[in-house]
């Protein structure tokens, strides 16, 4: 794969810790919903940084849409955060990824599981299955926040869940408005037997997040009868910065 030189077009504030980026890619050869493209920053005196992200963005959608959560202790993400801006270029390479990918040929339901920033690969799926015309295909995002403040893609996941589009549920485990009635957990076995579809009925199951949060939740699943071949996990830790 070549490296690429995109402009970015628009850059949107997720959270307080969250921004998307909205970039031109006129060559982009498309990609398929759950991949990921590398990063490389490259410094006035050679040295070269590179990281891996998460493509955002729908098969369909006209740009290419990368999300990226700032991490205090990382070599790019506080670059992208803070210093990119709209006219600036960037360079990256992908689209990268065969494995956790989805698209309406491998059927439902489809259940999504995110922690954090692991909510960015199901927008693309999301929103692919949404514009793909394949609503009848049965889909549930179970995503594990922190607070409110800190869910990613708040009112795109909202009007989902108020269209009837996609069932979404959300899980807050440090804050919650004095008025929120939804869970208040880490996901778990027990928040899983209540949200996920029964393994009778053999959903395609997706979960992304930091290391534990992941072995944890396919854990959990595997302990509740799912096929562990129908769970494909991807995960995050500091290298991923």
């Known amino acids: 794969m070549n490296w690429r030189i995109t402009k970015v077009v628009d850059v949107i504030n997720e959270t307080a810790r ?4 909205v970039l031109d890619c006129p060559d982009w050869p498309g990609h398929q919903a759950g991949q990921h493209v590398d990063i490389r920053l490259t410094a006035a005196d050679g040295y070269e940084a590179q990281r891996s992200y998460s493509i955002a963005s729908a098969p369909e959608d006209d740009r290419l849409v990368l999300t990226v959560e700032r991490l205090d202790d990382g070599e790019v993400s506080p670059y992208l955060f803070d210093v990119l801006t709209v006219g600036d270029e960037l360079e990256l390479r992908g689209p990268i990824g065969g494995y956790f990918v989805w698209t309406p040929a491998m059927g439902g339901p489809i259940l999504l599981i995110a922690g954090g ?25 179970l995503y594990s926040a922190r607070s409110m403040a800190d869910v990613i893609y708040r009112d795109e996941l909202s009007r ?11 899980t807050l485990t440090r804050e919650w408005p004095s008025e929120w009635t939804g869970y208040r957990r880490r996901i778990d076995m027990e928040l899983l037997r209540a949200v996920s579809w029964a393994p009778a009925e053999r959903p395609l199951v997706y979960v992304c997040g930091p290391s534990g949060f992941v072995e944890s939740a396919a854990n959990a699943l595997v302990d509740l009868g799912h096929d562990a071949s129908r769970i494909r996990t991807e995960r995050f830790g500091p290298t991923g910065s």
């Open 117 to 141: 920033s692991g909510v960015v690969p199901f927008r693309a799926m999301l929103r692919h299955r949404t514009m793909a015309a394949h609503r009848t295909l049965g889909a549930r995002l």
């Open 18 to 21: 969250v921004r998307s980026l």
């Open 160 to 170: 989902l869940a108020d269209s009837g589009v996609a069932d979404v549920v959300f």
